[in-house]
DNA sequence: CGTAGTATTGAAACGGATCAATATCTGTGG
DNA sequence: CCACAGATATTGATCCGTTTCAATACTACG
C-alpha cells in the first residue's frame, strides 16, 4: 500500500476537513512536509504480533502507519478485550492521556510505522501551520470513523454489525487492488472485539451472508463480496 | 456555566493535547484568541427544541455551545434516532463531510451558542497557529469522549451503561456547581438513543439503581448521587 | 383542570452470550 | 511432503437480558 510513497517520507490519509473548508481535496502531504517529518521520524518495522507500544506505558512519540495493519485495544477491567480500532497505511495513532498512552498497538501483518518524538512534532507544527492543519483533518477523519464505529455498535443484528464492518474494511483498500476482494488481515476475536460481539456471533453472522449469497469466503482470511448493494443495504439497515 | 466568561468571546473547553505535549494544561483561549473568534462569530440564543442546524443541510459554519446543553443527532434509516452527543459549554460542534452537516443539532435547554463561518475560521487558523493548536487539542478531545462512549455502547449491561452515562454527565458539571446533583436536561428516549437501548431499558436500569440505593430522582429531570464508589464502579465494570 | 406528550410497568419473544464440543488452520519438525 | 500439535474457528444447546408491544401512570403546560 502506497508504494510510491515509501521512499519518500510520511504520509497523512486524511479526507476533507469540511468544517473548516470543504474545496480542500484528499490531503496528501507535500513533499517538503514530508521531507520535515522525515526528518523527525524513525523507521520501524514490526513483525507480526509485534507490540508498538502498550496501554499505560510512558508515551513520548505518535505514529504514522506506512504499511501493514495493525489494531488498538484495551484490555477491560472485566478482563475482556475491547479493540478499539485497525489500523492502516496513513493512519496516524498514539493518543494518551496524562502521558500514558490509552491502547495497546500490535501489528497483525509485517508492518511499518513512522515514530515521531512528540516534543519535537509539537515544535514543528507551531512553526508549519500548513502541516499542522493536515494534522487537524487527520484528527476529524479520526472523529468521524469513530461516530461510524459507535453508529455499527448500535446494530441490533450481529449480520448487520458484520455488514458494516465489511463495507468499512473496503475504504481502507489501496487503491491499486481489486475492490471485492478484501483480505482479512484480523482474528475473528478481533474482530468480535470491534463489534462488541462474541466470537461464536461474528462466525454465525458471517454464515448467515454466506448462506445469503451476499460473501464467499477463500479460506478464512479472506472475503469477495459477491453482492455490494446487498452488503450496503444490510450495513445501513441500523 | 462559564458565566465569567460570557461577555469575554468564545471559550474553548479541551483537555491536553497529550499525544503533542504533555505540559499543556487544561486551555483557555487567550484574551487576544477570543477576541479575534470573537469578531468572526455571531452569538446565537436558542429556545429549548430549537434546532442549530440539520442533518445534510448546506454547512457554512462551525459552532461552539456558550451555555446550555443541546443533543446532536442522527435519524436513521429505520427511523431510529441514534444521539452521538450531547453539547454542553465550551463543546465545539459542526462535524460536516462534503459540506452537508452529518447530524442534526437541537438545543435541549435555552442555549447560547457561537456561530464562526468556517472559511474565516480557516483562514484565521492559518495566521495564528497558536489558535489552530488550540482547535487541534480540542478536536483530540472530542475523539477521547468518543472512544469512551464507544467503550459504553460495549456494556453488557443497561444498568452498567447507565452509570456510565452518569459518570460521562458529572465530568460537564460547572465547576461552580455542587458534584452530587445532576440535571438531566434530556428526554428518556434522549438517554436511550445515545446508550443503544430502548428507554424501558433506560427506565428500568435507573429503577435497579435506586433500588440498590446507588442514585435517587428528585422527579424525572434531576438525579442524585448516593454512591458515587459504586456508581463508578459499575461504570468501570465493562 | 384537562390534555398531550413523556415515563414507567408488565408479559412475551427474540437474539446474542456462554459453555462445551468438534473442526480447521498454521507452523514446525520429521 | 507429510504428520503433528497448538491455536483458531465453527457448530450446537441452553440461558439470560434486552426488545417489543401494550397498558397504565405521570408531568408539564395551556
Redesign the pocket.
Known sequence: MNRLLVHEGPTLRAAPFEELGNKVAMRLLTPRQRHELESLATRITYKPGAAVYREHSQSTAIFICEDGALKAFRDLPSGKRRVMSFLFAGDLFGLSEHGRYLNTVQALTKSVCFCIPREQLVAVLRRDSELEFHFLCKVIHELRALQLRSIIMGH????GRVAMFLTMLEKHLPDDSPRHVLPLPM???DIAGYL????????????ELVAAGVIA?S???EVRILDRKRVERLAADV
Open positions: 441490533r443484528s450481529a449480520s482474528s475473528r476475536a462488541g460481539l462474541s466470537p461464536e456471533a461474528v462466525s454465525r453472522a458471517a454464515k469466503f479460506g478464512g482470511k
